[in-house]
Nanobody, 124 residues
Framework: QVQLVESGGGLVQAGGSLRLSCADS????????MGWFRQAPGQEREFVSAISLSGDRTYYADSVKGRFTVSRDNSKNTVYLQMNSLKPEDTAVYYC?????????????????WGPGTRVTVSS
């Protein structure tokens, strides 16, 4: 069973940085590809980034490429999202999600487990 909890959100000025964490309390974290998504008020859930089982492959939305970095530490059952050069348009609730198996996708419907989310607010 996968149980995800995000942390690290908060209020930051434009140009600043935040590091989000997503911890899994289960014992099978390394079996799951992980994704990060975000949802701004009144908008649909949007893909941000994904990472493979071992962390050797990553995937980013064009809107965050070059500014965000996803990583994972399977020994700690945790996936991270380092967010640099934040912009007001990055303001959203950020969710991590897990999908069992090697493949990872940008389509949120392919992920089975979700955390409750952590709010990120970027002020201009």
């Amino acid at each position: 069973q996968v149980q995800l909890v995000e942390s690290g959100g908060g209020l930051v000025q434009a140009g600043g940085s935040l590091r989000l964490s997503c911890a899994d309390s289960g014992r099978t974290f390394s079996y799951y590809s992980m994704g990060w998504f975000r949802q701004a008020p009144g908008q649909e859930r949007e893909f941000v980034s994904a990472i493979s089982l071992s962390g050797d492959r990553t995937y980013y939305a064009d809107s965050v490429k070059g500014r965000f970095t996803v990583s994972r530490d399977n020994s700690k059952n945790t996936v991270y999202l380092q967010m640099n050069s934040l912009k007001p348009e990055d303001t959203a609730v950020y969710y991590c999600a897990a999908r069992r198996g090697m493949s990872f996708y940008s389509d949120y419907i392919r992920y089975s487990y979700w955390g409750p989310g952590t709010r990120v607010t970027v002020s201009s």
